[in-house]
C-alpha cells in the first residue's frame, strides 16, 4: 500500500490532513501527526511510531513535512529508518493543501517515484501564488 502522512509542528499536519479529507474523503491511506506545544522529540517519535505501526516492509511512504529538518522531518525520517521503511519514502518538506491533495489523489497512478515526486512538486509550486487586487483608482471621479 502507498501511504501519505503528513507531520508538523503545532497543529498544521492534522488541520492540513482535516482539510484535505473535506475533498478526497476519509482514507485510511492518510495519516498525521504532530509536535505539539510542550511535547518532547522523543514522544513525537513514539507518537509517529505507533502511528505506522501497521505499515508492512514493502508499504510505500509520502511523507509530507511543514519544515526541512524541523523536529517533525527529522524524528519522523529516523523511525522510519529504524523499521526499514526509509528506502521505500518520497519525503517532501513545504506541505501545502495542492501538494496535499495531490498526493492522496495521485499517488497510486505514478509507478515511477521520479514521476510522482516532479508532479507533486510542480503542484505544490504552482500553489504559491500571487494574487494582485485590481485598483479601484483606475476609475475616473465622476
Known amino acids: 500500500m ?10 498544521f499536519a492534522p488541520g492540513l490532513h482535516s482539510a484535505v479529507k473535506m475533498m478526497t474523503g ?6 498525521s ?8 522529540a522523543d514522544e513525537f ?10 505499515f508492512k516492509e514493502d508499504d510505500q511512504v509520502i511523507l509530507l513535512a511543514d519544515i526541512l529538518s524541523g523536529s517533525p ?15 521505500n519514502t518520497l519525503v ?3 506541505m501545502n493543501m495542492p501538494l496535499a491533495i495531490t498526493a492522496v489523489l495521485m ?8 514521476d510522482l515526486k516532479d508532479t ?3 503542484e505544490g509550486r504552482t500553489g504559491l501564488t500571487d494574487f494582485t487586487v485590481a485598483s479601484d483608482d483606475d476609475d475616473e471621479d465622476l
Open 107 to 114: 499517488k497510486d497512478n505514478f509507478d515511477n517515484v521520479q
Open 2 to 11: 502507498k501511504y501519505v502522512v503528513m507531520v508538523s509542528h503545532g497543529e
Open 92 to 94: 517532501i518538506a513545504g
Open 45 to 54: 517519535a513514539s507518537n509517529f511510531a505507533e502511528l505506522i505501526k501497521d
Open 26 to 31: 476519509d482514507r485510511e491511506d492518510v495519516l
Open 73 to 87: 522531518f527529522t524524528n519522523a525520517l529516523n523511525v522510519l529508518d529504524q523499521r526499514g521503511l526509509l528506502q
Open 33 to 40: 501527526t504532530s509536535l505539539k506545544d510542550g511535547m518532547s
Open 120 to 122: 507533486l512538486l510542480s
